[in-house]
């Protein structure tokens, strides 16, 4: 199993327990998530990822100020932003952030993690 605390935070919970499957299947055990911006803070607030998969229309606050946060809170921490549905200029806004790659939608991530 690979230990790396990896954190998803969708506020869609289908995609999200899809994810979070595709990761366990992929030998990762170590995963947590979370539905909104607040609930993602608070989770890295009280513990260090290995990585962030942050969807950028996420509620309260939204991808791109939890984004901002982590940046700044965590600088080392490996972010990958994904939507189905923005445009251009927020990929590129959220790499000038300090995102590791922008994915254009979900799906993306299985090809990703799917052995």
Known sequence: ?????????????????????????????NITTACDGL???RLLESRTFKLVLLNVGIPEPNGIEVLRYIKKMAPSTN????????????????????????????YHWINCFHN
């Not at 506020?11 to 327990?17: L, M, R, S, V």
């Open 1 to 29: 199993m690979k230990e790396s605390p990896i954190l998803i935070v969708e506020d869609d919970e289908p995609t999200c327990n899809l994810l979070k499957v595709v990761l366990e299947k992929a030998g990762y055990s």
């Open 39 to 41: 609930t993602a803070m």
């Open 79 to 106: 972010v990958v932003m994904t939507s189905g549905y923005q445009k251009y200029q927020v990929a590129v806004l959220t790499i000038e952030l300090g995102a590791l790659a922008f994915l254009k939608n979900h």
